[in-house]
């Protein structure tokens, strides 16, 4: 491959490494061209960033085809329909971690599993879904990549044989953050965030029913990054239910560009300062809630729920009975149970707490309140502040 990547070696790579060519709903392919032309234009890798992201790219592709074929070859379990499904969202470091670890502890609640979205083919089984080999794979390598960047471990511990974040089916249709979180590809970030999203959230769904056709349950699903695909949401699970969570954004901004600092972005670049990922974290953060604002103000048929990052933290088995009735559930003992053993087990800053100010990243508290200033009084945050 020459100094300049192409999208199509890419996809020839990916269809003679799985044997297959139907890479399923449209959408995809401008996607992949956009953030290919912004790496090659904005990004300046260097060798291990370019190995990092040729990986990153395969990977996607490879198991987009997998998934394809497999809903192909199995057509009925694999358009079941998705029923009354909870996408979490809000701002990066606002909760979304915890409250979907939370909801996981529910047995009723399917969750989309890290060790499942990386290997997702052949579809877990609802009789080994705790024993599955891929777990124990996933666990390692969770744990030597936190070896490799401790930093990491105390910013955002997500392990291996836990939940995870639907940025990477999204990924699988490239219009995703996933990429804009670790490259530095601001021409890519704003297309995809003015970009349709209902190609991307077809193939999450059609992902979700191949992974739920042979271990079913209530899909709970999280992702910041919803909190721009409300409309294709809304489309596509029409009976989806929403959770919104929310913190004082002086504090959860610069709390956004720290993981892309401790995630190595800085050592896969030729030249990167961390004021990049301050501004980048401020501009898409402040989108993200102007368009969950907006949208929520045109569709009032939406289900959502606040959840205060405060309230959380100082009462979470408190909140999770609140949102279960909001929805019109039933918290049972023994769910309830379960979460009091996961608060225990997994207390806050258990591997550390990781000291920082927004003059680490480039900003200062005025200027971040006065981004966020509609959003702020909306929500009464910051008030202490």
Same mark, same amino acid.
């Given at each position: ?226 909190? %721009? *695909? !409300?409309? @294709? ?6 009976? #989806? &239910? ?118 680490? %990243? *480039? !900003?200062? @508290? ?6 966020? #200033? &509609? ?11």
């Amino acid at each position: 491959m020459s100094d300049r990547f192409r999208a199509q070696d890419f996809v020839e790579q990916a269809c003679r490494q799985t044997g297959l060519d139907d890479f399923g709903c449209e959408g995809w392919r401008e996607g992949l061209e956009r953030l290919v032309d912004s790496i090659n234009g904005e990004a300046r890798l260097n060798r291990d960033g370019r190995q990092i992201f040729s990986l990153q790219v395969g990977a996607r592709l490879a198991d987009r085809l997998r998934i394809v074929d497999w809903a192909k070859a199995h057509p009925e379990p694999c358009s079941r329909p998705i029923e009354r499904p909870l996408f979490v969202t809000g701002m990066l470091r606002t909760g979304t971690t915890f409250v979907s670890a939370l909801l996981h502890c529910d047995p009723r609640n399917r969750s989309l599993m890290k060790w499942e979205v990386h290997d997702p083919i052949p579809p877990p089984e609802r009789e080994s879904f705790t024993s599955d080999p891929r777990i124990a794979k996933a666990v390692a390598q969770a744990e030597w990549r936190y070896d490799q960047l401790p930093l990491m471990r105390a910013v955002h511990y997500e392990p291996g044989d836990g939940p995870t974040e639907c940025v990477f089916l999204l990924g699988q249709s490239f219009r995703s953050q996933e990429f804009s979180g670790l490259y530095k590809v601001p021409s890519y970030s704003r297309w995809h965030h003015s970009a349709d999203l209902r190609p991307a959230y077809r193939h999450h769904r059609q992902a979700l029913q191949v992974l739920q056709s042979r271990a079913p349950g209530r899909w709970c699903l999280k992702a910041p990054g919803h909190c %721009f *695909g !409300l409309g @294709a949401i809304l489309e596509l699970y029409p009976d #989806a &239910r929403v959770l919104v969570t929310h913190r004082d954004p002086v504090e959860s901004v610069p709390s956004a560009a720290l993981p892309s600092v401790a995630g190595r972005s800085l050592e896969i670049h030729e030249d990167l300062d961390p004021r990049y990922w301050g501004e980048e974290w401020l501009r898409v953060l402040g989108e993200s809630v102007e368009r969950m604002m907006e949208f929520r103000d045109a569709h009032p048929e939406l289900r959502v729920c606040d959840l205060f990052f405060e309230d959380l933290n100082r009462d979470p088995i408190g909140e999770m009975r609140r949102i279960y009735a909001f929805f019109g559930d039933a918290l049972e003992p023994a769910a309830e149970a379960a979460m009091r053993r996961h608060v225990e087990r997994r207390p806050r800053h258990q591997y550390g707490k990781v000291a920082y100010t927004p003059e680490d %990243f *480039g !900003l200062d @508290a005025g200027r971040i309140r006065e981004r966020f #200033a &509609r959003y702020t009084r909306r929500f009464e945050l910051g008030r202490s502040a």
